[in-house]
């Protein structure tokens, strides 16, 4: 039980950490390239990260099935997890007004790229 309440911890903090990181603006200015963008993004992890997922996937994997076959567990991951949602509806209603700021910005900017995407198309 405690290994459950330890991976979800860890995996809202993983969460929490992210989410944070996406809110926080670039203060890097957009480096122009020659070459055109592409529209994917590959992603190739090192062999120390891949076997760290796939140990990840399993010990995941391994955790439901006990969840699934204890009642006891499963009743306390069913406690943690309502706690999860009820504390992320509260992390949301607090942050709110800065949520709908972001996407604001996004919406502005998505915009902006998109109008002066027209303008490039239109020039030549």
Do not use: C
Not at 42 to 66: G, I, M, T
Not at 67 to 77: C, G, L, R, V, W
């Amino acid at each position: 039980m405690k290994r459950l309440a330890l991976l979800l911890v860890l995996v809202l903090g993983l969460a929490a950490a992210s989410a944070a990181r996406s809110q926080q603006p670039a203060n890097e200015p957009a480096a122009k390239s020659k070459a055109p963008r592409a529209d994917t993004v590959e992603f190739k992890p090192s062999p120390e990260l891949q076997k760290s997922l796939e140990d990840l996937a399993a010990a995941v994997q391994a955790l439901a099935k006990r969840i699934a076959s204890d009642p006891q567990i499963k009743a306390a991951a069913m406690q943690v997890a309502s706690g999860a949602v009820t504390t992320a509806q509260q992390v949301i209603s607090e942050q709110s007004v800065h949520i709908q700021d972001a996407l604001k910005t996004a919406a502005e900017r998505i915009s902006a790229a998109q109008s002066a995407q027209r303008d490039k198309v239109k020039k030549p």
